[in-house]
């Protein structure tokens, strides 16, 4: 029908991050979705894990951004993990697409 939107969450790959570490993670919608938003998942270390930085992606994992003006497809999180453990933690990016 007119107007349909057909929303999805896709889900990145899991990332381990080592105690005193960060990393990012990434999701990306499929071809022909677009991305509205997105996020990270830690359930297990809540308290401490820090998300550093959240943005759409087509932009570099470097500064300066350049995706100002491009249609949004993926999500990039940076993770900063300062657990006591001295295992690293996983984490994962999701994003949600439209098409």
Excluded: H, L
């Excluded at 006591?84 to 990016?93: I, K, W």
């Amino acid at each position: 029908a007119d107007g349909a939107v057909n929303v999805v969450m896709r889900q990145g790959a899991t990332v381990s991050i080592d105690r005193d570490s960060f990393e990012s993670a990434t999701a990306s919608c499929k071809p022909g979705e677009r991305a509205t938003g997105g996020g990270v998942y830690n359930e297990s270390s809540v308290f401490s894990m820090s998300v550093t930085s959240s943005y759409p992606t087509p932009n570099p994992t470097t500064p300066p951004a350049t995706g100002d003006g491009k249609a949004p497809t993926g999500w990039r999180v940076w993770v900063a993990n300062t657990t006591p453990s001295p295992d690293p933690q996983p984490v994962n990016a999701y994003v949600v697409c439209v098409s």
